[in-house]
């Protein structure tokens, strides 16, 4: 395989590797150092937290940051995780994922819609959204879409049930992208209580946040990851720590208790337009990749 991909690089003349995840760099590193080809990473996430668990990784990560012309991270957090455990390159630099800003667009807000979008799994943690969601919003003009699915999601269901909220809350299942854009839309705040699994792994900096704030959706999520990167709380939405269920329903009051929260909106798309506009974060990546062959040359 290995004798394969070096004919296929060669007769493709590729010029430089930008391997997509951490994990995926170990693949092809050592081989593009042979050729001579400069070889570039993307952390995105679970590549920079639960992979550090094993000790095997880490080795393979720090001989490996040698043989890399750069390394790129959606959050500044997940290269301060690597650097703990000692894998860090001279040529490192932050680049969310971004978003089509010019796609994800706010629409027609629906007063008192709140929207979770995520596989039903330990890591979003959605039995914390719903109960939280409960005890907020029982009773009040206000109604959460839970978009996604998962091992968690028949669980989800029986709990709105036994919660008291089943006619509150919709469950759609998995939904094709654009569908999802169109939610987003028309929600004024977007759920996401992320937190750390218990095998490790963790957010790098949500996509799913990123197109909220695009569509101008106020998001409340936690103290994780990349998330306080993009997410300013009372600015832009709300953030409360990890697992803390009942700030979490505090903060699903204070939002419903708002008069007026379209400046909030405002600064969510604001947010999104400044430092998420993935047509300028993929320049910001081209053109570090040149600048640094340049140097290079």
């Known amino acids: 395989a290995r004798t394969r991909l070096a004919a296929w690089l060669r007769a493709e003349r590729v010029e430089v590797i930008l391997a997509e995840f951490g994990t995926q760099a170990l693949v092809v590193a050592k081989l593009a ?10 952390f995105r996430g679970t590549d920079a937290s639960f992979a550090l668990r094993s000790r095997q990784i880490v080795r393979a990560y720090r001989r490996m940051m040698p043989r890399l012309a750069g390394v790129f991270s959606v959050s500044r957090f997940l290269l301060d995780n690597l650097a703990r455990h000692g894998v860090t390159h001279p040529n490192a630099h932050v680049v969310p994922s971004g978003v089509d800003i010019r796609r994800f667009t706010p629409g027609e807000k629906s007063p008192g819609s709140f929207l979770a979008v995520g596989r039903m799994v330990e890591k979003k943690a959605p039995q914390v959204t719903l109960r ?3 005890a907020a919003a029982r009773d009040r003009d206000a109604h959460l879409t839970m978009i ?8 989800c269901r029986s709990l709105a049930k036994d919660l008291g909220i089943a006619p509150q809350v919709t469950f759609t ?13 028309r929600t004024e705040v977007f759920l996401q209580h992320s937190v750390t699994a218990k095998n490790g792994n963790t957010e790098g900096l949500p996509t799913a946040i990123q197109e909220a704030l695009a569509c101008g959706c106020i998001t409340l999520s936690t103290l994780h990851a990349g998330i306080p990167e993009a ?3 009372s600015v832009n ?18 939002l419903l208790d708002m008069a007026d929260r379209s400046a909030m909106t405002r600064a969510a798309r604001d947010t999104a337009v400044a430092r998420f506009d993935n047509a300028r974060l993929l320049a910001k990546v081209e053109t570090t990749i040149r600048d640094t062959l340049a140097a290079r040359a």
């Open 33 to 42: 150092q042979e050729l001579g080809i400069p070889c570039f990473t993307y």
């Open 132 to 134: 939280a969601f409960a």
């Open 148 to 155: 996604g699915d998962g091992p968690l999601l028949e669980t």
């Open 173 to 185: 299942g998995a939904l094709p992208h654009d569908a999802v854009r169109d939610h987003l839309a």
């Open 231 to 233: 997410v300013e709380d």
């Open 237 to 254: 939405g709300l953030l409360v720590p990890e697992w803390d269920e009942s700030a979490f329903a505090d903060r699903i009051g204070q």
